[in-house]
Each structure stands twice: as C-alpha cells, then as structure tokens.
C-alpha cells in the first residue's frame, strides 16, 4: 500500500486559510513599533501582553512568548491564580478596565500586577501581567500601555 505525500500547495493553501480567519491588528499599526513601544513602557522578560477582540477575545497580538503569557500567577483578588488569557476573556466580555497588584511570594520580594481594559477608539482589548523583583504597579502599567499603543497608532 502507498502512502500518498500531502501537496505543499495544499499545506500552503491550508495556511493561508486558517491565518486569513486569524483577528489582526487594525491596518496600519506596525507590530514591530508595538512590541518596541512595550519594551518601552513596560517591557522585561516576565511581562506578556495580549490584545485581543472585543466580545471573542480571540488574540490580535502577543508581547513576549507563549510559556510567558501562560503562567499562572496570583490575581490579587482573594488566594485565586489565573493567566493573561483569563483576564483578556473577562475584559473582552464585560469592557470593564482593571489594575491591580499584590505581592507573588509568600516572603514579599516579588510582586505581580495585572491591568487591561479597552483600547481607546478601537473594538480591540488589552490585558498585561507582570512579575517579578521590581513590578510595577497596575495603574502605572496600565497608563504607560495606553502611551505605547498610541505611539504605536493603535
């Protein structure tokens, strides 16, 4: 029995597809001068940023890597952990903006800041989280965010 070789056109074809369903960034918005006024404002290794569709939270776009932006870390509501992803969903469903912080070890010397909302005059959302030594706290992420994305055209 032979085993027929998927087409590279067909595999070229399926891409094409699946990334033209794919949410993008508004036309003229360069991602590149996105992710440069991030590491900006805000940027370190343990920062993830997502913006996403208002409604789906389906993402448009990610600030630093997958593993990154799927930690869990604590929500500085109650003892509850959650992702970056989690907060895009909530943020995406009820438009409500969050900033919070709160300390991420049990001894105080790392924190953790959460801050999301809507992106202004856009039917996109934004969450972010950040962790570690020297974390900045949730409103300032948030205000320095709403900078970047403008010198970014967003």
């Known amino acids: 029995?032979?085993?027929?070789?998927?087409?590279?056109?067909?595999?070229?074809?399926?891409?094409?597809?699946?990334?033209?369903?794919?949410?993008?960034?508004?036309?003229?918005?360069?991602?590149?001068?996105?992710q440069e006024a991030?590491?900006?404002g805000i940027g370190d290794p343990a920062t993830c940023v997502l913006i996403g569709t208002r409604g789906s939270a389906k993402v448009a776009f990610r600030y630093n890597t997958r593993t990154t932006c799927a930690r869990e870390l604590p929500t500085c509501v109650g003892a509850a952990r959650g992702t970056v992803g989690d907060l895009l969903r909530a943020v995406a469903s009820d438009g409500q903006a969050r900033a919070v912080s709160c300390s991420a070890s049990d001894d105080g010397t790392r924190g953790v800041a959460w801050a999301a909302g809507p992106v202004s005059g856009r039917d996109l959302v934004y969450a972010?989280?950040?962790?570690?030594?020297r974390t900045l706290p949730g409103h300032v992420m948030a205000d320095r965010l709403a900078g970047a994305f403008k010198d970014a055209g967003l």
């Open 38 to 40: 991030i590491s900006a």
């Open 1 to 34: 029995m032979s085993r027929r070789r998927p087409s590279p056109w067909g595999l070229a074809f399926l891409v094409v597809i699946v990334s033209a369903c794919s949410p993008r960034l508004p036309t003229g918005v360069d991602t590149e001068r996105l």
């Open 128 to 133: 972010a989280v950040m962790e570690g030594e």
